[in-house]
T-cell receptor, first 110, second 113 residues
Framework: GQSLEQPSEVTAVEGAIVQINCTYQTSGFYGLSWYQQHDGGAPTFLSYNALDGLEETGRFSSFLSRSDSYGYLLLQELQMKDSASYFCAVSRGGSYIPTFGRGTSLIVHP | DTAVSQTPKYLVTQMGNDKSIKCEQNLGHDTMYWYKQDSKKFLKIMFSYNNKELIINETVPNRFSPKSPDKAHLNLHINSLELGDSAVYFC????????????FGEGSRLTVL
């Protein structure tokens, strides 16, 4: 089977840096993706890592270590609008269908 | 020009009824999906479909069935609705199935009374 673990909630203040971790157990791992979802909204794609290392997109970066079955999403210069749920999702070779973790609620305080 | 559109956005119905949710994507994508998000925000894959293959999550009751009249549409039919079917159902699509990037519709909130 598969399992993904991420913290249920993270809080931080505006302007800070926050890291949301994701550990996974799956056979046939292919890639790890990250999504953001605001309350009442749809999940929106943030990043995807298939290879080890850091991918940077503006204020957001995502990291993957395949040997450790671990990844994280790094959010810099936090803004109030970053308050949302963040999901990691694992894709397996073959079907490639993203399987989502239970999400991390990020609360950004002034 | 919504990329992935679902209708209806809200659906309230009685137990035992049959209902459908429609999904259309105008992105020219090859693969479409249905996910169910429960009250605890858990996003669970229900189906994945491209023009070659339907992949069904084996935990999905057979009261749920996807129907794809063409590559741009993947509708969800639900028979004999139960209280536990209440959730938000998201349609999504991807250009290819191995990039991890899904484009989601706005969701359809189903409430079964």
């Amino acid at each position: 089977g598969q399992s993904l673990e991420q913290p249920s909630e993270v809080t931080a203040v505006e302007g800070a840096i926050v890291q949301i971790n994701c550990t996974y157990q799956t056979s046939g791992f292919y890639g790890l993706s990250w999504y953001q979802q605001h309350d009442g909204g749809a999940p929106t794609f943030l990043s995807y890592n298939a290879l080890d290392g850091l991918e940077e997109t503006g204020r957001f970066s995502s990291f993957l270590s395949r040997s450790d079955s671990y990844g994280y999403l790094l959010l810099q210069e936090l803004q109030m609008k970053d308050s949302a749920s963040y999901f990691c999702a694992v894709s397996r070779g073959g079907s490639y269908i993203p399987t989502f973790g239970r999400g991390t609620s990020l609360i950004v305080h002034p | 020009d919504t990329a992935v559109s679902q209708t209806p956005k809200y659906l309230v119905t009685q137990m035992g009824n049959d209902k459908s949710i429609k999904c259309e994507q105008n992105l020219g994508h090859d693969t479409m999906y249905w996910y169910k998000q429960d009250s605890k925000k858990f996003l669970k894959i229900m189906f994945s479909y491209n023009n070659k293959e339907l992949i069904i999550n084996e935990t999905v009751p057979n009261r749920f069935s996807p129907k794809s009249p063409d590559k741009a549409h993947l509708n969800l039919h639900i028979n004999s609705l139960e209280l536990g079917d209440s959730a938000v159902y998201f349609c999504a699509s991807s250009l290819s199935s191995n990039t991890g990037e899904l484009f989601f519709g706005e969701g359809s909130r189903l409430t079964v009374l």
